[in-house]
């Protein structure tokens, strides 16, 4: 089984930018997908890449501000999110999908391994 260990994330104010970061001892060209939680909503799927690195998706909200991108050598996964805004304000999770190979996903059905979560807080 995969352990996802996330870091990254934290306080920043509007407009800002954050790193997050996703490692595992052996990406193994799963597909990653980056999710986020808000206190009293569903959990959303904002960005993916298959394991191949050729196919990302983004959802609407963060296209254009958040870009995933991923460093098999270094075993990482990372979402860099810019432009933040209060509404981005979430526990932000990555998970990995083995049989996201040419292709990725924003459900969360396709994922079988989760990180810890970390907070990112958007201040206004």
């Known amino acids: 089984q995969l352990q996802l260990v996330q870091s990254g994330g934290g306080l920043v104010q509007t407009g800002g930018s954050l790193r997050l970061s996703c490692a595992a001892s052996n990406l193994d060209r799963h597909g990653i997908g980056w999710f986020r939680q808000a206190p009293g909503k569903e959990r959303e799927g904002i960005s993916c890449i298959s394991g191949s690195g050729i196919t990302t998706h983004y959802t609407d909200s963060v296209k254009g501000r958040f870009f995933i991108t991923r460093n098999d050598a270094e075993n990482r996964v990372y979402l860099q999110m810019n432009g933040l805004q209060p509404e981005d304000t979430a526990t932000y999770y990555c998970?990995?999908?083995?049989?996201?190979?040419?292709?990725?996903?924003?459900?969360?059905?396709?994922?079988?391994?989760w990180g810890q979560g970390t907070q990112v807080t958007v201040s206004s």
């Open positions: 998970a990995s999908g083995a049989l996201l190979i040419r292709r990725c996903a924003l459900s969360d059905r396709e994922y079988s391994n």
